[in-house]
């Protein structure tokens, strides 16, 4: 009888966010969802809200390596602007669940008769992503800092977020 092979999936791979990011690849993906955002509020197309829900709990689940915006930022655009600057992904994966959160509360209020309220949200969505994108200023990502250092984060999650030396830019590395 021959080797059975192991079938078994690797859920944590299947999963992964990478750690660190190319803060330039989350910068721009940021302006995408903004421009998305923008052009959903202006036009009050609902499934504009589906599909930004949509690529928000794509990049939460599994990284960038299934969402459009991500896919086209990592792969594509960020690569032009030169060497990556990278940054710690734990608090970057918290921000897109916030995203995410938002956005999906935008579809239900949406569907459920409640634009008003889904503007709302999406108006906030607009800003934290301005903010990201033209700024450099994550506003998950400061959230997310200010949860691990009363605790409720554990300091494990993101080494880097809690230890200056690691979060020293490493020259020549290109990840995503």
């Known amino acids: 009888m021959g080797r059975k092979r192991d079938k078994s999936i690797d859920w944590r791979a299947v999963f992964a966010f990478p750690n660190p990011v190319n803060e330039y690849a989350a910068r721009i993906t940021a302006g995408l969802v903004v421009v998305l955002a923008v052009v959903t509020l202006v036009t009050g197309w609902g499934w504009g809200l589906v599909a930004l829900a949509a690529g928000f709990w794509l990049r939460v689940l599994f990284g960038p390596r299934v969402s459009p915006f991500a896919l086209l ?3 594509v655009l ?4 030169g060497r990556a600057k990278l940054v710690a992904g734990p608090p970057k994966r918290f921000a897109q669940g916030i995203g ?3 956005t999906t509360a935008a579809v239900v209020l949406f569907f459920a008769g409640v634009p008003l309220g889904a503007w709302i949200l999406l108006g906030l ?9 033209f700024a450099g200023f994550c506003l998950g990502c400061a959230i997310f800092g200010f949860l691990q250092n009363r605790g409720l984060i554990p300091e494990d999650i993101c080494e880097a977020c809690n230890n200056i030396a690691l979060r020293q830019p ?5 990840r995503q």
């Open 125 to 133: 969505l607009i800003v934290a992503a301005s903010l990201e994108s």
């Open 170 to 174: 490493r020259v020549g590395v290109s």
């Open 78 to 81: 960020a690569p032009r602007l």
């Open 100 to 102: 995410a959160a938002l």
């Open 73 to 75: 930022s990592v792969k």
